[in-house]
């Protein structure tokens, strides 16, 4: 192994063990892992009470989930949580210099801080989305277990998975880089908040600057709207109109998380130890 | 020989319009230099210099050569022990030292090998499992010193290194830092218990609001006080004799018999005439001289010159 892999590895290794399993992340575990409870209680109650509604219409719950829960709230304060303290923690508790006083190229050392982070986020969430999928429609018996293993349910699970992936590593870059350059990254993350919420409101050449329009795109199933005068907004909220084709998005999102990531490790690479004393 | 030296070259650094250290140029030779001076003097700014954590706003630094701005170069030959008290969570003591061995690309056997060494340099192999969490104010101390020399740095920059350690601890890291520089390493040390700093040194700076006010060997230092009398101490058998004999002359500005009546406390503006006299006296006989000694070429008293104020203590 080469001298970098090693200090790359070494990054990881100090990383995980710092961040995997720490009480003060407890809120990260739990925005991760809500979703299961809940629908396990789904699942419970309908087959308590014996209802047995398709399994379509547990698909179209699922998506519904998966687009206000954990797009929108779970996945991107979860990794709020997990990637502005890689940096801005270590500033805070004033531990950032032992990593600078080591010979080891700044940029490895953002390499190494993100792929632990990620490694974290995509473990959490992606298991999370997965076994999420499997239980929402759990109580339909061998009707979702054929629906999952037999039909289209794979694939809707796969493309979850994926977007689940690529929105922990695209959130993931924003954060560790607004962790490295502002004092309070929790502010930088509730612009990014606004602006990604913001997004169906946007035209179409500024839709492109989020991460959120590309995790749209990558959606195995969109919402029917449902009857109403509320209809247009739910359309306008929940469905793209101008979707970009799933493996153009998904390029996209990783070519805009290595910019960012670029960005990061040239600020690491100017970055000095500067406590606030 | 630059080489072998830190060099500091017309450095200034200023955080916004707060000035940290001003027009420094410094020449700091292998042994134990120790940076003295009151809080916001500078010495943790210029420790932070040479261990390239931040970079000068004006001038060239050089640690053995290479420019802090090469912090992987640099990072290979330079240990810092920092003043924060504040650990990565969750770690023992002997993980906080292996894992950052590791991310210097060393295979876990020398890590290993390394953490042990280091451990047992500060004596806390005893300790070595525990959480760093757990441990006392001296111990943080020693594992932090431990760390920085795990990887068996040139250069050596200790930052309040003596903070909260007990006495025997004390003398335990005096022992090495006395050590390493006898090794010819470069052990740069800030601290503000002055009588030890006395005791350790090769070298002093003395730093004062951001400028350089005195440096090199501290007896040096003193005798380029030349507004300060030279204080000295004769201990004879004839006291009032020779005061008498010293009251003549017109450099002397003060001489006191000593309250055990055995001995002169003398002030001099004029150190060297002061001994050509004294030689001539005792050659001429009837004066039996114990011992000669200057009592304020001390850090402390220096400091007090340069300076201002009281100086430090434990």
Same mark, same amino acid.
């Given at each position: 192994?080469?001298?970098?892999?090693?200090?790359?590895?070494?990054?990881?290794?100090?990383?995980?063990?710092?961040?995997?399993?720490?009480?003060?992340?407890?809120?990260?575990?739990?925005?991760?892992?809500?979703?299961?409870?809940?629908?396990?209680?789904?699942?419970?109650?309908?087959?308590?009470?014996?209802?047995?509604?398709?399994?379509?219409?547990?698909?179209?719950?699922?998506?519904?989930?998966?687009q206000?829960?954990?797009?929108?709230?779970?996945?991107?304060?979860?990794?709020v949580?997990?990637?502005?303290?890689?940096?801005?923690?270590?500033?805070?508790?004033?531990?950032?210099?032992? /990593?600078?006083?080591?010979?080891?190229?700044?940029? @490895? %050392?953002?390499?190494?801080?993100? $792929?632990?982070? &990620?490694? +974290?986020? !995509?473990?959490?969430?992606?298991?999370?989305?997965v076994?999420?999928?499997?239980?929402?429609?759990?109580?339909?018996?061998?009707?979702?277990?054929?629906?999952?293993?037999?039909?289209?349910?794979?694939?809707?699970?796969?493309?979850?998975?994926?977007?689940?992936?690529?929105?922990?590593?695209? /959130?993931?870059?924003?954060?560790?880089?607004?962790? @490295? %350059?502002?004092?309070?990254?929790? $502010?930088?993350? &509730?612009? +990014?908040? !606004?602006w990604?919420?913001?997004?169906?409101?946007?035209?179409?050449?500024?839709?492109?600057?989020?991460?959120?329009?590309?995790?749209?795109?990558?959606?195995?199933?969109?919402l029917?709207?449902?009857?109403?005068?509320?209809?247009?907004?739910?359309?306008?909220?929940?469905?793209?109109?101008?979707?970009?084709?799933?493996?153009?998005?998904?390029?996209? %999102?990783?070519?805009?998380?290595?910019?960012?990531?670029?960005?990061?490790?040239?600020?690491?690479?100017?970055?000095?130890?500067?406590?606030?004393? | 020989?630059?080489?072998?030296?830190?060099t500091?070259?017309?450095?200034?650094?200023?955080?916004?319009?707060?000035?940290?250290?001003?027009?420094?140029?410094?020449?700091?030779?292998?042994?134990?230099?120790?940076?003295?001076?009151?809080?916001?003097?500078?010495?943790?700014?210029?420790?932070?210099?040479?261990?390239?954590?931040?970079?000068?706003?004006?001038?060239?630094?050089?640690?053995?050569?290479?420019?802090?701005?090469?912090?992987?170069?640099?990072?290979?030959?330079?240990?810092?022990?920092?003043?924060?008290?504040?650990?990565?969570?969750?770690?023992?003591?002997?993980?906080?030292?292996h894992?950052?061995?590791?991310?210097?690309?060393?295979?876990?056997?020398?890590?290993?090998?390394?953490?042990?060494?280091?451990?047992?340099?500060?004596n806390?192999?005893?300790?070595?499992?525990?959480?760093?969490?757990?441990?006392?104010?001296?111990?943080?101390?020693?594992?932090?010193?431990?760390?920085?020399?795990?990887?068996?740095?040139?250069?050596?920059?200790?930052?309040?290194?003596?903070?909260?350690?007990?006495?025997?601890?004390?003398?335990?890291?005096?022992?090495?830092?006395?050590?390493?520089?006898?090794?010819?390493?470069?052990?740069?040390?800030?601290?503000?218990?002055?009588?030890?700093?006395?005791?350790?040194?090769?070298?002093?700076?003395?730093?004062?609001?951001?400028?350089?006010v005195?440096?090199?060997?501290?007896?040096?230092?003193?005798?380029?006080?030349?507004?300060?009398?030279?204080?000295?101490?004769i201990?004879?058998?004839?006291?009032?004799?020779?005061?008498?004999?010293?009251?003549?002359?017109?450099?002397?500005?003060?001489?006191?018999?000593?309250?055990?009546?055995?001995?002169i406390?003398?002030?001099?503006?004029?150190?060297?005439?002061?001994y050509?006299?004294?030689?001539?006296?005792?050659?001429?006989?009837?004066?039996?001289?114990?011992?000669?000694?200057?009592?304020?070429?001390?850090?402390?008293?220096?400091?007090?010159?340069?300076?201002?104020?009281?100086?430090?203590?434990?």
């Amino acid at each position: 192994m080469s001298l970098a892999a090693r200090q790359l590895a070494g990054v990881i290794r100090l990383e995980l063990k710092k961040t995997f399993f720490t009480r003060r992340g407890w809120w990260v575990y739990f925005l991760a892992l809500g979703p299961l409870g809940l629908n396990l209680i789904h699942t419970l109650g309908s087959l308590r009470r014996a209802l047995f509604h398709g399994v379509t219409q547990d698909s179209f719950l699922f998506a519904g989930e998966f687009q206000t829960y954990f797009l929108h709230l779970g996945m991107f304060f979860g990794c709020v949580g997990i990637f502005a303290n890689l940096f801005r923690g270590e500033m805070l508790e004033k531990t950032m210099h032992y /990593y600078f006083l080591t010979p080891v190229r700044r940029e @490895l %050392l953002v390499l190494g801080k993100y $792929i632990s982070g &990620a490694a +974290v986020a !995509v473990v959490l969430f992606t298991t999370s989305a997965v076994l999420s999928f499997y239980l929402v429609g759990y109580h339909q018996g061998a009707a979702w277990s054929d629906f999952v293993l037999h039909g289209p349910g794979l694939r809707q699970m796969a493309l979850y998975a994926v977007t689940a992936i690529l929105a922990c590593l695209g /959130y993931g870059a924003v954060f560790l880089t607004a962790g @490295l %350059l502002f004092r309070n990254p929790m $502010i930088a993350a &509730a612009v +990014v908040w !606004v602006w990604e919420n913001l997004n169906p409101f946007l035209p179409t050449f500024l839709k492109k600057i989020s991460i959120i329009f590309y995790l749209k795109s990558l959606l195995p199933v969109q919402l029917p709207v449902p009857p109403g005068r509320g209809g247009n907004l739910f359309e306008l909220l929940m469905t793209e109109a101008d979707p970009t084709p799933a493996a153009l998005a998904a390029t996209g %999102l990783v070519v805009v998380t290595a910019l960012i990531l670029t960005y990061a490790a040239i600020s690491a690479r100017r970055a000095e130890i500067s406590y606030g004393e | 020989m630059s080489n072998r030296l830190i060099t500091f070259a017309d450095v200034s650094r200023f955080y916004g319009e707060v000035l940290g250290i001003n027009r420094v140029n410094l020449a700091i030779p292998p042994g134990i230099t120790s940076l003295v001076g009151p809080n916001g003097s500078g010495k943790t700014t210029l420790m932070n210099l040479m261990t390239g954590l931040i970079r000068p706003t004006k001038g060239d630094i050089r640690v053995l050569g290479i420019k802090p701005s090469h912090t992987e170069e640099l990072c290979r030959v330079v240990g810092y022990c920092a003043q924060f008290d504040a650990f990565p969570k969750g770690l023992t003591g002997y993980q906080f030292v292996h894992s950052f061995l590791r991310i210097r690309g060393m295979s876990a056997a020398e890590c290993d090998e390394r953490t042990q060494t280091a451990l047992q340099t500060v004596n806390m192999v005893d300790a070595a499992h525990r959480h760093v969490a757990a441990y006392s104010k001296g111990m943080r101390q020693r594992i932090k010193l431990a760390q920085a020399i795990a990887h068996d740095p040139q250069v050596i920059v200790l930052d309040e290194p003596l903070n909260g350690l007990d006495p025997m601890a004390r003398a335990e890291t005096i022992e090495l830092f006395r050590k390493w520089g006898a090794a010819e390493r470069h052990v740069i040390v800030s601290s503000h218990i002055l009588h030890e700093v006395d005791r350790i040194s090769d070298q002093v700076i003395l730093l004062s609001q951001g400028y350089v006010v005195a440096e090199g060997q501290i007896h040096g230092v003193r005798s380029e006080v030349k507004d300060q009398p030279m204080q000295i101490l004769i201990q004879c058998d004839h006291p009032h004799a020779l005061a008498a004999r010293l009251f003549q002359q017109d450099h002397v500005v003060e001489a006191k018999i000593h309250p055990d009546g055995k001995g002169i406390l003398l002030r001099t503006k004029d150190a060297d005439r002061f001994y050509l006299l004294l030689n001539r006296i005792i050659l001429e006989g009837g004066l039996e001289v114990e011992s000669v000694a200057p009592a304020d070429d001390d850090v402390n008293s220096v400091y007090q010159y340069l300076i201002g104020g009281e100086g430090g203590a434990v």
